[in-house]
């Protein structure tokens, strides 16, 4: 698997019982999970989504 370039943010959430990821670079980029790990993985999963549709639409990328 290719190394992700961009910091994500893992905090937990009383509010939704839950950690949340967020990835800084791509505002409104963020996901929830059980575990530390599944919100990583969710928010990557997320992130790489948002940079492919960027570059699909030509747009430039947030400085990793």
Request: proline content about 9%; hydrophobic content about 45%.
């Amino acid at each position: 698997m290719k190394p992700f370039r961009y910091r994500i943010i893992l905090e937990w959430s009383d509010e939704d019982a839950a950690f949340v990821a967020r990835v800084p670079a791509l505002p409104g980029c963020a996901a929830h999970g059980k575990t530390a790990e599944e919100a990583a993985r969710e928010a990557r999963g997320a992130a790489e989504a948002m940079l492919a549709v960027l570059r699909a639409d030509g747009d430039p990328l947030p400085p990793e």
